[in-house]
């Protein structure tokens, strides 16, 4: 995600020459990027698809024992509840992080790595309410991926995201640190293009599990 082959030092506000991309067509760097998220996009769908399966198969769903933590009764307390504050809180950083692209394609690096540091902290939070989320299930109501059936599968959906977005905050300390270093330009910034694609995709598959496993029931 690095794509060392377009690693370049220019100076600070270095805004001449027209936006966009040295190269003709797409980077490979780039490429590399959306191919792999083609193959994530499939992995996603067979899990979503062992969900559904359970679901159709099942005489109640969620079960019993864990509808009354699982799924919503009460509108208004619900919208305070870990897992929709993580979902606004990942909402914004896809925001901030599609903001850093618009900056560094107008040459303004400064810009783009204040983005950056944002989308990074909201990155952290999120993981930081997973697990707390996780370890709240796990205490007060014993729930947890040996839980029958469903409980294999919430953790090996929110787990896997988790990790996920974990690779995603991996990669965006790594561009920021290269911003910080005075790498990247208005036609020199394909890493941040394409560590900004696999953020989205991480954003939009954590909406996808949130409205299946939160509010679909």
């Known amino acids: 995600m690095t794509a060392g082959s377009e690693v370049v030092a220019v100076p600070h506000g ?28 499939m992995f996603f769908a067979g899990l979503f698809a062992a969900y559904f399966n ?15 933590f699982i799924v919503p009764h009460d509108l208004v307390a619900f919208m305070f509840e870990l ?6 809180l990942l909402i914004i950083s896809s925001g901030t992080m599609q903001y850093a692209v618009w900056r560094i394609r107008k040459g303004d690096r400064s810009g783009m790595n204040r983005a950056f540091a944002v989308t990074l902290l909201l990155g952290i939070v999120f993981l930081g309410i997973q697990v707390f989320d996780y370890i709240t299930l796990l205490s007060n109501h014993g729930f947890g ?3 029958g059936i469903y409980g ?6 929110t787990g896997f995201h988790g ?11 790594i561009i920021l640190l290269r911003g910080l270093a005075g790498q990247f330009s208005s036609r ?14 991480v954003d939009v598959v954590w909406i996808a599990l949130f409205t299946t496993i939160y509010l679909l029931h």
């Open 54 to 68: 359970a679901r159709a198969a099942a005489v109640e769903w969620p079960p019993a024992d864990v509808a009354e």
């Open 14 to 41: 270095e805004e001449n020459g027209p936006a966009g991309h040295a190269d003709e067509g797409i980077n490979t760097a780039l490429l590399g990027m959306l191919l792999f998220i083609g193959s994530e996009i």
């Open 145 to 147: 991926i040996n839980s």
């Open 83 to 88: 897992p929709v504050i993580a979902t606004v």
């Open 188 to 201: 020199h910034h394909i890493a941040v293009e394409a560590v900004s694609a696999y953020w989205h995709f």
């Open 163 to 173: 990790a996920h977005v974990f690779g995603g905050v991996v990669g965006i300390s």
């Open 152 to 157: 294999t599968l919430f953790y090996t959906l």
